[in-house]
């Protein structure tokens, strides 16, 4: 079983950056490692549907949503089982929890994220002022 843990989460005024991590515990013990699963970050704003927000497979490729492309680096320690998320020019429409995810098979293809993946953190809060 494995349990993810994300931390990094605060209020910024928009322009601002944050760097989001997500610690994936309990892989040690499991038949695979940490390099072979496949990890994404999704946010969810109050009133609106869970959106994928930055993709990066077990080879290191990555995707992003159009609405960050250009603003967020999603990056990976597989020495430490560690998730990044790195958040430049925050906007006010970022505001949202901020949740990792993690799967055995991609949670990216044709263009569109999965929300069905095996498991998930419990979420960090990202708020943005204008």
């Known amino acids: 079983q494995v349990q993810l843990v994300e931390s990094g989460g605060g209020s910024v005024r928009s322009g601002g950056s944050l760097r989001l991590s997500c610690a994936a515990f309990g892989v040690t013990y499991s038949s695979y490692t940490y390099s072979t699963l496949h990890m994404a970050w999704f946010r969810q704003a109050p009133g609106k549907e869970r959106e994928g927000v930055a993709h990066i497979d077990s080879d290191g490729s990555t995707r992003y949503a159009d609405s960050v492309k250009g603003r967020f680096t999603i990056s990976r320690d597989n020495a430490k089982n560690t998730l990044y998320l790195q958040m430049n020019s925050l906007k006010p429409e970022d505001t949202a929890m901020y949740y990792c995810?993690?799967?055995?098979?991609?949670?990216?293809?044709?263009?569109?994220?999965?929300?069905?993946?095996?498991?998930w953190g419990q979420g960090t809060q990202v708020t943005v002022s204008s």
């Open positions: 995810a993690a799967d055995f098979l991609p949670l990216y293809s044709n263009t569109h994220f999965r929300t069905g993946a095996a498991y």
